[in-house]
């Protein structure tokens, strides 16, 4: 990082603590149009893990029929900036321009040709009704950090009184529940396996481009601001319907995968597994500036919170929107307090699709802590999902599938009562 990008970093800081958003975020834009793009260093790990390469493998195409969800359109999105984003032309910022609206502009550049990016007027392919039985409803949890609304998919396959699998998914910046729901095609896989599907939604009032805000201290803490409200709705639908509290998961993309870490480093006791795709660890900013730094070039998160539970991690290895590094240093989070750490590396192909590698990796024990996805020429898009949805990538793998597979292979384990 040259003399100058920090110099320009530092002003940037001085500006957002005087309440200065609109010029931070001018400043940063250019400091981001003007520099090379940095490699980061990788997360610093306690010893060395062993790596075992195994053969390749190929996996099925994904499917490509639409998932079963609720018909309601997703919220409309807001038009973007006359830039083509930071990776590229020229920045025109609207008035107080933040960072989700420069999320949105990276997410431009970012994302694989011809796909729908959500930010304009394509028309995507009508959802399939929902399954006789099955109900996506909305409701809204209240409490001293504000309210936020949520839907919930509950299945069609399903006995009564019998426990379900819950997984929470929180979408990114301009996306709404209906709409990641039809990107990721969960509702269609829960519908599989009789689960459980919540959608927090991020309002424009608490973000101007409803990203979830992962890089805000009063974001990162247990009991406080967003992730008491996240747990919140998940506490509720486990009162209201009929959860296995030892099968609760929580999922997101993006903005939502950073959040989604920050749920299960903070709440251990609450979620049993945790998925994140093209997100970043806990604590990888505290401020605006410290925000773009991380989606620049990388962090290795601060590793702050009460415990770790299992996660597995997507990312493409050409998104230049989230590094991938960040992928990286979510793995270093899960895995920090292993021994004796063992990783096993799987190399596949999508049929007339994306490569990837998957590596699992295990402690001493042969308990896997996390599953990593690293997708070759893949950019900034949830794999494998549905063009019905924004920010998806339809040439696979299939994040949905494997995440739930994750999810329901992570074994029960004792956790402390939930407050």
Same mark, same amino acid.
């Given at each position: 990082?040259?003399?100058? %990008?920090?110099?320009?970093?530092?002003?940037?800081?001085?500006?957002?603590?005087?309440?200065?958003?609109?010029?931070?975020?001018?400043l940063i834009q250019r400091l981001l149009s003007?520099?090379?793009?940095?490699?980061?260093?990788?997360?610093?790990?306690?010893?060395?893990?062993?790596?075992?390469?195994?053969?390749?493998?190929? @996996?099925?195409?994904?499917?490509?029929?639409?998932?079963?969800?609720?018909?309601?359109?997703?919220?409309?999105?807001?038009?973007?900036?006359?830039?083509?984003?930071? $990776?590229?032309?020229? %920045?025109?910022?609207?008035?107080?321009?933040?960072?989700?609206?420069?999320?949105?502009?990276?997410?431009?550049?970012?994302?694989?040709?011809?796909?729908?990016?959500?930010?304009? +007027?394509? @028309?995507?392919?009508?959802?399939?009704?929902?399954?006789?039985?099955?109900? $996506?409803?909305?409701? /809204?949890?209240?409490?001293?950090?504000?309210?936020? /609304?949520?839907?919930?998919?509950?299945? &069609?396959?399903?006995? +009564?009184?019998?426990?379900?699998? *819950?997984?929470?998914?929180?979408?990114?910046?301009?996306?709404?529940?209906?709409? $990641?729901?039809?990107?990721?095609? !969960?509702?269609?896989?829960?519908?599989?396996?009789?689960?459980?599907?919540?959608?927090?939604?991020?309002? /424009?009032?608490?973000?101007?481009?409803?990203?979830?805000?992962? %890089?805000?201290?009063?974001?990162?803490?247990?009991?406080?601001?967003?992730?008491?409200?996240?747990?919140?709705?998940?506490?509720?639908?486990?009162?209201?319907?009929?959860?296995?509290?030892?099968?609760?998961?929580?999922?997101?993309?993006?903005?939502?995968?950073?959040?989604?870490?920050? !749920?299960?480093?903070?709440?251990?006791?609450?979620?049993?597994?945790?998925?994140?795709?093209?997100?970043?660890?806990?604590?990888?900013?505290?401020? *605006?500036?410290?925000? $773009?730094?991380?989606?620049?070039?990388?962090?290795?998160?601060?590793?702050?919170?009460?415990?770790?539970?299992?996660?597995?991690? %997507?990312?493409?290895?050409?998104? =230049?929107?989230?590094?991938?590094?960040?992928?990286?240093?979510?793995?270093?989070?899960?895995?920090?307090?292993?021994?004796?750490?063992? @990783?096993?590396?799987?190399?596949?192909?999508?049929?007339?699709?994306?490569?990837?590698?998957?590596?699992?990796?295990?402690?001493?024990?042969?308990?896997?802590?996390?599953?990593?996805? =690293?997708?070759?020429?893949?950019?900034?898009?949830?794999?494998?999902?549905? &063009?019905?949805?924004?920010?998806?990538?339809?040439?696979?793998?299939?994040?949905?599938?494997?995440m739930l597979r994750f999810f329901l292979d992570?074994?029960?384990?004792?956790?402390?009562?939930?407050?």
């Amino acid at each position: 990082m040259t003399d100058s %990008f920090s110099a320009g970093m530092a002003e940037a800081t001085r500006l957002t603590q005087a309440g200065n958003l609109a010029e931070a975020t001018a400043l940063i834009q250019r400091l981001l149009s003007g520099a090379a793009a940095g490699t980061a260093p990788e997360p610093a790990r306690r010893g060395l893990p062993t790596i075992i390469d195994v053969e390749p493998v190929t @996996v099925d195409a994904p499917d490509a029929s639409p998932p079963h969800h609720a018909t309601a359109a997703a919220s409309p999105a807001t038009s973007p900036a006359a830039s083509t984003g930071a $990776f590229g032309g020229r %920045f025109h910022p609207r008035p107080r321009a933040g960072l989700g609206e420069t999320l949105r502009g990276l997410a431009a550049r970012a994302m694989p040709t011809g796909l729908d990016l959500g930010v304009g +007027d394509l @028309v995507r392919p009508a959802p399939d009704p929902l399954p006789d039985g099955a109900s $996506f409803v909305t409701a /809204s949890y209240s409490n001293g950090a504000g309210t936020r /609304s949520y839907k919930l998919y509950i299945p &069609a396959n399903r006995r +009564d009184g019998q426990p379900l699998a *819950l997984v929470v998914m929180l979408h990114g910046c301009t996306q709404s529940p209906d709409d $990641f729901a039809a990107g990721t095609r !969960m509702n269609a896989l829960a519908e599989e396996h009789g689960c459980l599907v919540a959608y927090p939604a991020q309002p /424009s009032s608490a973000n101007a481009q409803k990203c979830w805000n992962w %890089f805000s201290p009063a974001d990162q803490r247990r009991d406080g601001g967003e992730p008491s409200l996240i747990a919140g709705i998940t506490r509720r639908i486990m009162r209201d319907h009929p959860v296995d509290p030892d099968r609760v998961y929580v999922a997101g993309l993006s903005a939502g995968g950073a959040a989604a870490a920050i !749920m299960g480093a903070v709440y251990p006791d609450l979620y049993a597994a945790v998925g994140v795709h093209s997100g970043l660890p806990c604590g990888a900013a505290r401020d *605006l500036p410290s925000a $773009f730094a991380a989606m620049r070039q990388g962090t290795a998160g601060s590793g702050r919170g009460t415990g770790t539970v299992p996660a597995i991690v %997507f990312h493409g290895d050409q998104d =230049t929107t989230v590094h991938p590094s960040n992928g990286a240093a979510v793995v270093a989070q899960s895995t920090a307090a292993a021994t004796g750490l063992t @990783v096993m590396v799987e190399r596949g192909q999508v049929p007339g699709g994306h490569g990837y590698t998957r590596a699992l990796h295990t402690d001493a024990s042969g308990r896997v802590l996390c599953e990593q996805w =690293t997708i070759q020429g893949a950019g900034h898009a949830w794999a494998g999902g549905s &063009a019905a949805g924004s920010y998806t990538d339809p040439r696979g793998p299939d994040a949905t599938r494997e995440m739930l597979r994750f999810f329901l292979d992570t074994p029960s384990r004792s956790r402390p009562s939930l407050s």
